[in-house]
């Protein structure tokens, strides 16, 4: 009779014990998916603010541009600046509906990890767009801006249209830099050690 109560006894303690364990890797596994999922919130709060950004900066030039449609110089400026802030926003988009398609809870870690990986390749494409037509952009925008800005016609003083873009460059290539550096490549990786870290609790267990 001892010996089956104490079977008894050692038969509830290992459930429990089970149930435990099961509860802690459950409660581990939702720690480590919402850090990984409040990492990435950073960027794409970041998107959300461009978006808004580039749009009322657009209603901008659009006015801007209308109203300085009689110089020839300054429409031109006007119509390439906003055709450069229609395909941000195109790609601020694109951003946009990938980082809001990541499912943290239904998907395996390895399926996460996928798409993060894909991810990650498509921004740096779109980053290398934006990097790459900087200088472009700064070039088409600065006499439009002047003029709105200013009431200055840099097509009449080529040095201060020279010094404004530079300054331009100087600000706008570390900046657009420090962004992708702290807020996407630094948070992908940390949502991936989050995601690694409970793979290998899972794969020990």
């Known amino acids: 009779m001892e010996l089956e109560e104490?079977?008894?006894t050692w038969e509830q303690y290992d459930k429990k014990m089970s149930e435990n364990l099961?509860?802690?890797k459950e409660l581990l596994k939702k720690i480590n998916l919402d850090r990984a999922k409040s990492t990435m919130d950073t960027p794409k709060k970041y998107e959300y603010y461009s978006l808004l950004?580039?749009?009322?900066?657009?209603l901008y030039i659009l006015s801007s541009t209308i109203k300085y449609s009689d110089n020839l110089g300054l429409l031109l400026s006007g119509i390439l600046t906003m055709i450069w802030l229609i395909v941000m926003i195109v790609l601020t988009i694109g951003k946009l509906k990938?980082?809001?398609?990541?499912?943290f809870y239904s998907q395996s870690i390895i399926e996460i990890q996928k798409y993060l990986a894909a991810f990650s390749r498509r921004y740096l494409n779109y980053k290398k767009i934006e990097l790459f037509t900087l200088p472009i952009f700064v070039i088409v925008v600065a006499p439009i801006l002047g003029k709105a800005l200013?009431?200055?016609n840099l097509f009449?003083?080529?040095l201060q249209y020279a010094i404004a873009v530079g300054l331009g460059l100087i600000i706008g290539y570390p900046m657009v830099l420090w962004i992708y550096k702290h807020w996407y490549e630094n948070k992908l990786k940390n949502t991936n050690d989050f995601l690694n870290?409970?793979?290998?609790y899972e794969n020990d267990n």
């Open 98 to 103: 990938n980082l809001t398609n990541i499912d």
């Open 53 to 58: 950004t580039n749009a009322l900066f657009f």
């Open 156 to 158: 009449t003083i080529p």
């Open 197 to 200: 870290e409970l793979l290998d």
């Open 22 to 24: 099961r509860t802690n």
């Open 150 to 152: 200013k009431g200055f």
């Open 6 to 8: 104490l079977k008894n």
